[in-house]
């Protein structure tokens, strides 16, 4: 007869999943479904229940840290707002006013040239938060984060009136007109179109000529 082993059920369990789900304490497991999202080439195409068993964990132990797929989306696409807000942030003070209409295109130029690096860099990331499945992401992030990344365009676009680089206070329209500019670029370069694949300060310093003159500025004097 044989015999019975009341240690084979956990023995089983353990060779079917060698990393112990142990190893995960509070909110490690949280952090690092968070960061195995992050490291996906395809950020809007994952799985919860695949991210866990990479990791070596159970489903079951990923949904205690997450209702579903679009709850980790969620907290993903905030930190991606955050990223892009510390890169606007490193372009220019966003409380400061510029002192002439060269540091005012400057910055400009700055923001630009952030933008395009960060959609070049953080693809994935980016495609997550500004493609065209993301509004119910973005709509959480920039309900449960100040999104202040939203703020920088308008304030320099301010800037430049505000110094004479045009002749009259940037709309809303106006904005919308010189985001949509360079997210237009951003696309181009992520689609590999020739025109669109110079080197990003070359394309930033372009931009910014083009928008100024656009917005009724004049030519930059050299």
Request: aromatic share 8%; glycine share 6%.
């Amino acid at each position: 007869m044989q015999s019975h082993d009341p240690a084979a059920p956990r023995q089983a369990k353990a060779a079917r999943n060698p990393q112990s789900e142990g190893r995960f304490h509070h909110g490690n497991l949280r952090q690092a479904l968070i960061d195995a999202a992050l490291a996906e080439p395809d950020i809007e195409g994952l799985s919860l229940r695949q991210l866990a068993a990479g990791l070596g964990v159970s489903a079951a132990a990923a949904y205690r840290h997450f209702e579903n797929r679009d709850d980790l989306l969620t907290e993903v696409a905030r930190i991606g707002f955050d990223r892009l807000q510390q890169r606007f942030a490193e372009a220019f003070p966003i409380t400061a006013t510029p002192i002439s209409d060269a540091e005012a295109r400057t910055w400009l130029r700055r923001l630009a040239l952030a933008y395009l690096a960060f959609a070049d860099e953080e693809a994935a990331l980016w495609r997550l938060m500004f493609g065209g499945q993301a509004a119910a992401y973005r709509a959480h992030a920039t309900l449960n984060a100040s999104q202040s990344s939203s703020r920088y365009l308008p304030a320099v676009l301010r800037g430049l009136f505000e110094v004479g680089a045009v002749a009259r206070a940037p709309t809303e329209a106006d904005a919308l007109f010189v985001w949509s500019a360079i997210h237009g670029v951003a696309m181009l370069r992520a689609g590999k179109v020739t025109a669109a694949l110079l080197p990003l300060h070359e394309l930033a310093e372009a931009f910014a000529e083009h928008m100024v003159q656009a917005l009724g500025g004049q030519p930059q004097t050299a």
